[in-house]
């Protein structure tokens, strides 16, 4: 009998590695580089933040609790989610689990089987379309594109890639790495199709918060449109709005009819949250608005700036986009920005990620993260500049 050679299995074995990390190995541990190429602030979480977890640590919280969360945490969750969206969120649909990532993982893990059709609205941060993959479903994507100077979907051509039959879309909105976000009349007709056919809705909401438009609060929102018996599921994270990146500390809100399986696969994932992050996440939720506001100020101020700076240069090509951290834009003549990235790493100490990290579709394009200082950003885009010039 021939035995395989050691192997993953086939699924994982085509995963995608990141090519974001291909660029930054270039370039790390040098002092000489400026970072943009992961999508987190400079800045470490609000010292009331850490506080509160050094708290619960130092009264000895160091044990296994709730799988869906502590109930405090999973109130104040209601409470933040129903104040924002303006509709009730009972505590029994959510879960803190941990991190974004995880939710979307813990997600497809309770949704996809094998064999399923998922559409993604793409170009996309790459765990969100590797995760249905690893569960062995196909993946089909449906680009943005740029019109009138804008990132933009086109609301046709998904709806008519949302087969019946199909077993989810997700749509992350404002989108990473391109910034588009969804409009409030394409929610609703994307809703309205897949209630007509029975397909679950994972919505991204990582960077709900983090929008330009200063008359809106949020984002255009799946959830707060939740009806009773919709397949509607928001998969949330710390990470971003309060610049918790290292906490892994995140959520998932479910249909009621989801939320026993959920607890039995957060159960055989992680089991539980640690209860100082857990503490530390309810102070975020409680306390933490003024934080919130301070960082979309700086990130609707920052974009303005490094846009400003970029297209300032000859060639550069920078669309509109409505929120999260990112500005995506490319050069006229460089269209391989793979190299083009591992070269400003190289030789002029610009740490950028390439488009292509995000799909075929993001080939061609580069994302640079402004989650910083407007002198670091000066300070970047002079890099370019000299680069391009030479
Ligand atoms: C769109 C999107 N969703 C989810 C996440 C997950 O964040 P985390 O796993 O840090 O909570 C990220 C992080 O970059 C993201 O860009």
Redesign the pocket.
Known sequence: MTIAPVSARPAVQALESSLIRVVANAGMGRTDVLPFWF?ESDQPTAPFIREAAIASLSAGETFYSQNMGRPYLREALSRYLGDLHGVPVDAGRIAAVG????A?MLAAQTIISPGNRVVAVTPL?P??TEIPKILGADVVRVPLAVANGKWSLDLDRLLAALTPGTRMVII?SPN?PTGWTIEDEQVEAVLAHCRKHGIWVLS?D??ERLVHDPSRKVAPSFLARYQPGDRIVSAN?F?KAWTM?GWRA?WLVVPPELSADLGKIIEYNTSCLFEPVQRAATVALQQGEPEVAKLRAQLTATRHLLVGELRALPGVVVPEAGGAMYVFFRIEGQDDTLTLATRLVEEAGLGLAPGGAFGPEGAGWLRWCHATSPEKLRDGAGRLQRFLGA
């Open positions: 999508g991190s974004g990532v995880n979307l941060w765990n969100i992350n990473n991204d990582a960077y994270t990470s990146t995140g």
